[in-house]
């Protein structure tokens, strides 16, 4: 049974910093594409980052390119997110996500985009809040 957990959320003031982890268990951890999403209230979930297998190939979003970087640590099993320079703009429940699909990252950054649809596990996700 596959197990997707996020950490690492809360209250921050803009301008501040947050690292979101992950950790995926029941699933070979190398073996799988990484991805992390968020959704506000009354929006659609927006995909912004993802990394692949060994962590050499990443994408991140336009909305946050610059600000936030992906991570992984195989040896711990575990998924981060480094969110830098926060805008209340970015308050949102944030998502973790596993795929097996190893092209994933290949097809974000020549489209341009990630696609929530493209993964199959997720986590419950943690909440962000930046306060302005």
């Known amino acids: 049974q596959v197990q997707v957990v996020e950490s690492g959320g809360g209250l921050v003031q803009a301008g501040g910093s947050l690292r979101l982890s992950c950790t995926a268990s029941?699933?070979?951890?190398?073996?799988?594409?990484m991805g992390w999403f968020r959704q506000a209230p009354g929006k659609e979930r927006e995909g912004l980052s993802c990394?692949?297998?060994?962590?050499?190939?990443?994408f991140h979003s336009g909305s946050v390119k610059g600000r936030f970087t992906i991570s992984r640590d195989t040896a711990k099993n575990t998924l981060y997110l480094q969110m830098n320079s926060l805008k209340p703009e970015d308050t949102a429940m944030y998502y973790c996500?596993?795929?097996?699909?190893?092209?994933?990252?290949?097809?974000?950054?020549?489209?341009?985009?990630?696609?929530?649809?493209?993964?199959?596990?997720w986590g419950q996700g943690t909440q962000v809040t930046v306060s302005s």
């Open positions: 996500a596993a795929d097996g699909d190893p092209a994933i990252v290949v097809a974000a950054q020549a489209h341009g985009v990630l696609a929530p649809a493209d993964f199959h596990y």
């Open positions: 029941g699933l070979t951890f190398d073996d799988y594409t």
């Open positions: 990394i692949n297998w060994g962590g050499g190939a990443t």
